[in-house]
């Protein structure tokens, strides 16, 4: 008996029938859904740009200071036909991947922790809140006198970062396990590993998946902000670059592929949520 087993529909109704019913909606009501989800959240992109574009051709700010789209557009194609912006985005995956992995495992073993012993959250979860409003940047002096400027100080700075939503969501998660679903499994005689493991867990999913989607956001801006301040490689690195330039295009350009990362990174973070999930009932 796993927490997907536990877990009821609360109309009732199974979720192959719940597909039925959907497949049975009118075509043209399905066509409107779709054209719904998908356009309205460009409309508004699509009437910033059209500003841009027609503050440019009216002149309403120097060129030296709001680039035209179109500048922008070639800065951008640049960069990627000359690899420059590949070489730099590689560079700074392998940071927040590395930082993050390191925030994700200790928040999960962390959060894990606290909210499996209330005793321990009771020792740990104050100092940790009190650690958690100090921002990320506030670390910055400590960190460069105990391990200088090199990459150490980048993967702390972004482990840091992912880890408070990780540690915060994951406690809560386990925390929040409804009590029917333990009281079911201790009639069945689960142990305690199967009930950690096909209960608990399970059923804590949901908020540390937001958790991680939250960690690896905050990451990401973490290491943005890092490159910014100490670094001579990488995305943030090269808009330091293009603004000593006073190359507006390519720091407008870099921005743009930061924004297209990061929301393809929070799209995966979403589909593989979707698949981990894939077992819940609608309505749940």
Not at 5 to 19: I, M, S, V
Not at 53 to 66: C, F, I, K, T, Y
Not at 138 to 155: C, H, S, T, Y
Request: charge should be positive; include cysteine; charged fraction near 15%.
């Amino acid at each position: 008996m796993a927490a997907r087993d536990l877990a009821l529909n609360r109309t009732g109704q199974p979720q192959a029938e719940a597909g039925r019913v959907a497949a049975a909606q009118p075509a043209g009501l399905r066509i409107s859904r779709i054209a719904q989800d998908w356009l309205l959240p460009w409309l508004f992109p699509l009437a910033l740009l059209l500003l841009w574009q027609l503050s440019a051709l009216q002149g309403w700010a120097p060129e030296q200071v709001l680039p035209p789209p179109g500048a922008v557009y070639d800065s951008f194609a640049a960069l990627l036909a000359s690899g420059e912006l590949w070489d730099h985005l590689q560079v700074s995956l392998v940071r927040v991947f590395s930082g993050f992995g390191i925030g994700l495992s200790a928040g999960l073993l962390l959060g894990g922790a606290m909210g499996l012993s209330p005793t321990l959250r009771d020792y740990l979860f104050p100092l940790f809140k009190a650690f958690s409003q100090v921002p990320t940047l506030g670390w910055l002096p400590l960190l460069m006198l105990l391990v200088g400027i090199d990459e150490e100080l980048k993967f702390l700075l972004i482990a840091k970062a992912a880890l408070v939503p990780v540690t915060i969501n994951t406690c809560q998660g386990v925390q929040g396990v409804p009590n029917r679903y333990i009281e079911v499994a201790r009639v069945y005689g689960f142990t305690r590993w199967q009930l950690l493991s096909r209960v608990v867990f399970p059923a804590a999913t949901a908020p540390v998946w937001n958790g991680v989607r939250y960690g690896l956001t905050h990451a990401w801006l973490a290491l943005v902000v890092v490159e910014l301040l100490a670094s001579s490689e990488g995305i943030g690195y090269l808009i330091v670059y293009g603004r000593q330039l006073f190359q507006l295009d390519l720091v407008l350009a870099a921005v743009v592929a930061v924004g297209i990362l990061g929301l393809l990174l929070d799209k995966l973070l979403a589909r593989t949520e979707a698949w981990l999930l894939r077992w819940r009932k609608p309505g749940l």
